[in-house]
């Protein structure tokens, strides 16, 4: 199966492991919309909306640049009307946007805890609330419609709350998304599922983790990699599952999984979180 003439709405799509997806689909000749705040260039942070767009473009597929904060509902749904309207409809969502803190109860300022429910919870929600209409009416034109949440597997360990409860908390509410949406829209026939790495992946999310160090990670093309494996496979058979990006490639025939080490050689690499 291929994402030739599919179109994806994928949030936070301007830089890392969102805009990687998206270029990987456009190798196919799919359509992208980027919905992401960078509009203007950021000292700090690479890529912008309009960056992204053309990297869709030269990788071989359509890029639709739109700035939306994903915390504003409206925005939201008046950007899913315009990727629908410009490509003709959407079949997928990457529920990619999140905000972090790994910050205990004292050190997390109630400013920063509303961030991150306010994109990583919310937003998942809203996204999937405004993209719904559109992804049933892909499953009835039978065009294999998926979420896929950048979100990790749920476990109710307290080694995993422990030193960062408001995010996790945030990073679960995310994949109960995928928990509740998969069971409500299987019998729509749309795949709802969620993707995580097994160790760090270098983006400049890293910059607000200490000790990550990118040098001991992979390149956000294994979770591009893994995630299209996962949107090309049947949506009405495949939802409702926490995937590993390592275990989806092995399960897809790929084994040596070296291309993707940001130091060629590297095999001792950093764990991510939420995975045991």
Known sequence: MSLKGKTLFISGASRGIGLAIGVRAA??????????KSDQPHPKLPGTIHTAAREIEEAGGK??????????E???????KQCAEHFGGIDILVNNASAISLSGTLETPMKRFDLMFGVNVRGTFVCSQACLPYLKQSAKAGRNPHILNLSPPLS???????PHVAYTMAKYGMSMCVLGMAEEFRPEG?????????????TAALQVIPLANPKLGRTPE?????????LTRNSRECTGNFFIDDEVLASAGVKDLDKYAVTPGNRDFL??????
């Open 27 to 36: 190798r196919d000749g799919a359509n992208v919309a980027i919905a992401a």
């Open 63 to 72: 890029g639709l640049a739109m700035q939306v904060d994903i915390r504003d």
């Open 74 to 80: 409206n925005a939201v749904a008046a950007a899913a």
């Open 156 to 162: 109710m360990k307290a080694k995993w709350f422990g």
């Open 190 to 202: 749309i795949g709802v599922n969620a993707l995580w790495p097994r160790t760090v992946i270098a």
């Open 222 to 230: 294994i979770m591009a990699d893994a995630a299209y494996a996962i």
């Open 271 to 276: 764990p991510d979180f939420f995975v045991d």
